[in-house]
T-cell receptor
Framework: GESVGLHLPTLSVQEGDNSIINCAYS??????FIWYKQESGKGPQFIID?????DKRQGQRVTVLLNKTVKHLSLQIAATQPGDSAVYFC?????????????FGKGTMLLVSP | KAGVTQTPRYLIKTRGQQVTLSCSPI?????VSWYQQTPGQGLQFLFE???????NKGNFPGRFSGRQFSNSRSEMNVSTLELGDSALYLC????????????FGSGTRLTVV
């Protein structure tokens, strides 16, 4: 499949471990944040989102934490599975973009060993 | 429910040529955005259309243009292709581009030789 990025930060975990992927965002005016998963040869797939009036949101096996003070976002994946292996991107939507522009982070590659 | 459909899947063009890429959004979605993905620059916003109007444009040269039709389908065009335009071009759709996240297609892999 196509490479989505060279020299990406890589997180290697064992199957069953919990994974934490971090992201520092740039715009203090950003109001809406989304985590995407991208597998080789595919487009980014929506995982979970959070708005700036929240500091935590949970989904199925995933939790997103938002710390606006230090402009930091994290994605926690519980009981990581080999199918979770992919590149993960955080994206922010600045208020002044009219809510129609996603600014993506560089991405983190997650490798899950069986 | 069909997802976002991008055609063609792969494309090889020569420097100086022009190319048109197509995107069919999810039925009912009126906002369509385009992104360029390269290993060096990551995912970068090109432009966004809503109801046939360009609402936002990224920092790309005028060689990159787009349009949206009344059925919300969108096309993007790149003229006078350069080697650096080789990338994965991704289209994403959203009901309104404001209150909901975007759903991405699988992209068109453009190679300029």
């Amino acid at each position: 499949g196509e490479s989505v990025g060279l020299h990406l930060p890589t997180l290697s975990v064992q199957e069953g471990d919990n994974s934490i992927i971090n992201c520092a965002y740039s715009n203090s005016a950003s109001d809406y944040f989304i985590w995407y998963k991208q597998e080789s040869g595919k487009g980014p797939q929506f995982i979970i989102d959070i708005r700036s009036n929240m500091d935590k949101r949970q989904g199925q096996r995933v939790t997103v934490l938002l710390n606006k003070t230090v402009k930091h976002l994290s994605l926690q994946i519980a009981a990581t599975q080999p199918g979770d292996s992919a590149v993960y991107f955080c994206a922010e939507i600045p208020l002044n973009s009219g809510y129609s522009t996603l600014t993506f982070g560089k991405g983190t590659m997650l490798l899950v060993s069986p | 429910k069909a997802g976002v459909t991008q055609t063609p899947r792969y494309l090889i063009k020569t420097r100086g040529q022009q190319v048109t890429l197509s995107c069919s959004p999810i039925s009912g979605h009126r906002s369509v955005s385009w992104y360029q993905q390269t290993p060096g620059q990551g995912l970068q916003f090109l432009f966004e259309y809503f109801s046939e109007t360009q609402r936002n444009k990224g920092n790309f040269p005028g060689r990159f243009s787009g349009r949206q039709f009344s059925n919300s389908r969108s096309e993007m065009n790149v003229s006078t292709l350069e080697l650096g335009d080789s990338a994965l071009y991704l289209c994403a759709s959203s009901p309104d581009g404001i209150n909901y996240g975007y759903t991405f297609g699988s992209g068109t892999r453009l190679t300029v030789v």
